[in-house]
Every structure is written in structure tokens, then in C-alpha cells.
């Protein structure tokens, strides 16, 4: 059974750029696509994209000129940027195991998620 | 965006009791909705996905249906951890939207 774990820096400043890690273990890597969420008690829970083991992405577009994902096949990991926060970004980010490689865009649930990681920016 | 709007905001229900909750998308979707529990803390968990089909593990007595715009997540008999906050999630367009919550409560 596939677990993610999530790793990161959890108090920035604004115009800070947010940095988060998820690892993932017990199963597949490239057979899937890894998507960040985040969820904030003022704007609910927001997909902000995904991206698979060949560094294919897709983006939330309210977040894309912001946001950038990376992958490392070597350590089965995928991390998560945003750059220039705002107080508006303090929000509890996951990541989360999506769509299978291949399958349409649409057909696409999460049935894998880490653990989160709150993240607070704050002057 | 596919806005998608839950009701109730939430709820207040006995054990044994069956539970509805329905989400409504702003255009038509097909069946491209999941519906995830949330206990607090917690990440959100995995119940129902493309519309109707009961994610391995969840308990029977969860139940998705609909198609279109309409779309409803049903607990036929209510258990003491089912509370919670139940969320619908779109993925028939990018980007992929989320309703904005049903809190359950066990009275």
C-alpha cells in the first residue's frame, strides 16, 4: 500500500518562496500521477496541480505563475514551490496520489494522501 | 472553473439514520466527481470515485450516484465514525474544483 510523506518548511515570510517534499513508498512511482492540494479555512480545499515521474505537469491556473513541481525518480519524490507567498498561501498542503499514467485528465481521484503540512506565512 | 456547491453545510444525525448529502456542479460533468471524508487533522480519505463506485475498504453503507450536474453521497445507516466533514471533488475540468464541505455531526 503506497504511503507519502511529506516534508517541509512551515513559517515564511511574504515573498518567501514555499518549498515542500512528499516521498512516496510501497508502490509504484512512475505508474502514477502526484497532485498538491492545499486547504485553508478561507478558501476550502484547491487543487493546485499535478505532475508525473517524466516531469510532465499540469497547473491550477490561478497558481501557475507562482507554482513549479519537480520530480526525483531516483527517491521517488515530488516537491512543491511557490514563490513569492503571501499571507493569503498560509494553508495545510498535501500531497496526494492521482490518475494513473496514461488515463485521461478527467479520470482522475485521490486515493492516496501524506500526512500535510501546515504552512504559515506571516511578517 | 466548474463551481461545485454542497448542501447541507451541515448536519446533525442519530445513529442508525440515512444521511444525504448532494453536490451540484455548475455545468454538466458526467461522472467525473469523487466524494472523500475528512475527521479532524486528518487528510481527506478516498470514498466514493467516478460517481457511484465504493472505493475498496469503505464500509457498504456509503453510496454515490448521479450524473450531469447532480450528484449524491448517501450513508444508509449512520455509524458513530462517520462524523465528519464529507467533500465532492470534480475532475472534469481543469482545474479541478472541490465543493465546500458537509460537517456531520452524531447527535
Known amino acids: 500500500q503506497v504511503q507519502l510523506q511529506q516534508w517541509g518548511a512551515g513559517l515564511l515570510k511574504p515573498s518567501e518562496t514555499l518549498s515542500l517534499t512528499c516521498g512516496v513508498s510501497?508502490?509504484?512511482?512512475?505508474?502514477?500521477?502526484w497532485s498538491w492540494i492545499r486547504q485553508s479555512p478561507g478558501m476550502g480545499l484547491e487543487w493546485i496541480g499535478e505532475?508525473?515521474?517524466?516531469?510532465?505537469?499540469t497547473y491550477n491556473p490561478s497558481l501557475q505563475s507562482r507554482v513549479f513541481f519537480s520530480v526525483d525518480t531516483s527517491k521517488s519524490q515530488v516537491s512543491l514551490s511557490l514563490t513569492s507567498v503571501r499571507d493569503t498561501d498560509s494553508a495545510t498542503y498535501y500531497c496526494?496520489?492521482?490518475?494513473?499514467?496514461?488515463?485521461?485528465?478527467?479520470?482522475?481521484?485521490?486515493?492516496?494522501w501524506g500526512q500535510g503540512v501546515l504552512v504559515t506565512v506571516s511578517s | 472553473d466548474i463551481q461545485m456547491t454542497q448542501s447541507p453545510s451541515s448536519l446533525s444525525a442519530s445513529v442508525g439514520d440515512r444521511v444525504t448529502i448532494t453536490c451540484r456542479a455548475s455545468?454538466?460533468?458526467?461522472?467525473?466527481l469523487s466524494w472523500y471524508q475528512q475527521k479532524p487533522g486528518k487528510a481527506p480519505s478516498l470514498l466514493i470515485k467516478?460517481?457511484?463506485s465504493v472505493e475498496s475498504g469503505v464500509p457498504s453503507r456509503f453510496s454515490g450516484s448521479g450524473s450531469g450536474t447532480d450528484f449524491t453521497l448517501t450513508i444508509s445507516s449512520l455509524q458513530p465514525e462517520d462524523f465528519g466533514t464529507y467533500y465532492c471533488?470534480?475532475?472534469?475540468?481543469?482545474?479541478?474544483?472541490f465543493g465546500q464541505g458537509t460537517k456531520v455531526e452524531i447527535k
Open positions: 496526494a496520489k492521482g490518475r494513473v499514467l496514461g488515463w485521461l485528465l478527467s479520470d482522475n481521484w485521490f486515493d492516496a
Open positions: 510501497g508502490g509504484s512511482f512512475s505508474g502514477f500521477y
Open positions: 505532475i508525473d515521474h517524466r516531469g510532465v505537469t
Open positions: 455545468q454538466s460533468m458526467s461522472n467525473y
Open positions: 467516478a460517481g457511484s
Open positions: 471533488l470534480q475532475s472534469y475540468g481543469v482545474p479541478y474544483t
